[in-house]
């Protein structure tokens, strides 16, 4: 605590680079809204930047290391499969974890995203849609709740399950809509 927003910053990204500090980010940051409303959204930028930092170097990590074992099992159907399936909904089973203030497997996710080569600039886009909303969110919350924040998010837990299973449906939805849509485009065409 004594470290503030350094620390802030330093624990955001060793979090999201795959350290497992589950939580404490999110604590550190509704402690910190709690102690300096005045910053609050300061501290939210620097979750946010800290965060999309370390998600960064998990997916280069991936990249790197992803090409050999891309080579070693670029023709079992079980990895043809989850290719395919990662290209058409990947990016939503990254956007859905790094929304939601519940632990969910978003590391699965990202070095997934880097071993089957997404686009680092689309990868960024995704976490920081997801992290900025999630981040200056709790820190509104930290301000309006104060001590009373954490268990809020605490008590609500079954909610954010809920709304993550409903946000990944509509988002899957919007990806098969969108993939019909431009069928019909090319068929007319």
């Not at 990868?123 to 920081?128: G, H, R």
């Amino acid at each position: 605590m004594a470290f503030g927003p350094f620390g802030l910053l330093l624990l955001a990204v060793l979090d999201s680079s795959g350290l497992p500090v589950a939580n404490t980010l999110d604590a550190y940051l509704i402690f910190l809204a709690i102690k300096d409303p005045s910053r609050v959204y300061w501290y939210a930028a620097i979750s946010v930047a800290g965060s999309t930092i370390g998600n960064v170097i998990l997916f280069q990590i991936a990249r790197r290391g992803g090409a050999r074992f891309l080579r070693e099992s670029a023709g079992t159907g079980r990895a043809q499969r989850f290719r395919r399936w990662f290209e058409r909904f990947g990016l939503v089973t990254v956007f859905v974890p790094a929304l939601m203030p519940i632990p969910m497997p978003l590391k699965l996710f990202v070095i997934s995203a880097g071993v089957l080569r997404t686009r680092l600039i689309t990868f960024v886009i995704v976490i920081l849609a997801a992290r900025i909303p999630r981040y200056f969110g709790e820190s509104w919350l930290g301000v309006k709740l104060g001590q009373e924040s954490t268990g809020f998010l605490r008590d609500h837990v079954w909610h954010f399950v809920f709304a993550a299973i409903l946000i990944f449906a509509s988002l899957c939805l919007v990806v098969l809509a969108a993939e019909r849509w431009h069928s019909r485009r090319a068929h007319v065409r």
